[in-house]
């Protein structure tokens, strides 16, 4: 009973990590479309650039409203940076996801003691027990994620198996020495 609550525990940290990982990723993408935007319409926006290339293409008084448009648009723009701040939400996201990744590692570790039969039971739930308050105060803070991180980890892990190595691509990391004997 124990083991099968670790690995359920294990199987929502891995979740819930990933979950976080995705969320950055998403906020990361946001970011640069941010920046991008930005530099465009301030680049667009300079009134002098504007004023004349517009006065040349339009009516004195529609080269007015457009550049007047534009700079409503930076405007907007810069406050969106002060609203949007999506680089700090990428960098909670990333932390919250390294908390977790030592948490997700640190169940493993539990679960292959327990299947090894090498820790006492009640050093294991003492183990579990610690193990859940740590994952408490980590998602006491953590920032809130999107279903459509979660749909992305759900994705990544069900369907792209991300944290799963077969036995060749994990002795194709180690030295000789170290490496499982099969067949290629």
């Known amino acids: 009973m124990l083991l099968n609550q670790v690995r359920e525990l294990y ?16 906020c990361a993408m946001s970011s640069r479309r941010q920046r991008v935007w930005k530099f465009v319409l301030t680049a667009v926006g300079s009134g002098t650039f504007l004023a004349s290339l517009f006065g040349l293409l339009l009516d004195p008084q529609w080269a007015s409203l457009a550049t007047s448009f534009i700079a409503v648009l930076v405007t907007a723009a810069s406050l969106g940076d002060r609203t949007f701040r999506y680089g700090e939400e990428m ?90 004997d099969w067949e290629h």
């Open 11 to 26: 199987g929502r940290i891995a979740y819930t990590q990933k979950t976080h990982e995705k969320q950055a990723d998403i």
């Open 91 to 180: 960098q909670q996201h990333r932390d919250t996801a390294a908390l977790l990744w030592n948490l997700r590692e640190s169940y493993l570790s539990l679960i292959v003691d327990l299947k090894s039969e090498s820790l006492p039971l009640d050093q294991a739930r003492q183990k579990r027990d610690e193990l859940q308050k740590a994952a408490q105060a980590v998602l006491k803070d953590a920032p809130r994620t999107t279903p459509q991180a979660y749909a992305m980890a759900q994705s990544g892990l069900k369907d792209k198996e991300d944290l799963t190595l077969s036995t060749q691509e994990i002795d194709l990391m180690l030295p000789e020495a170290l490496r499982e």
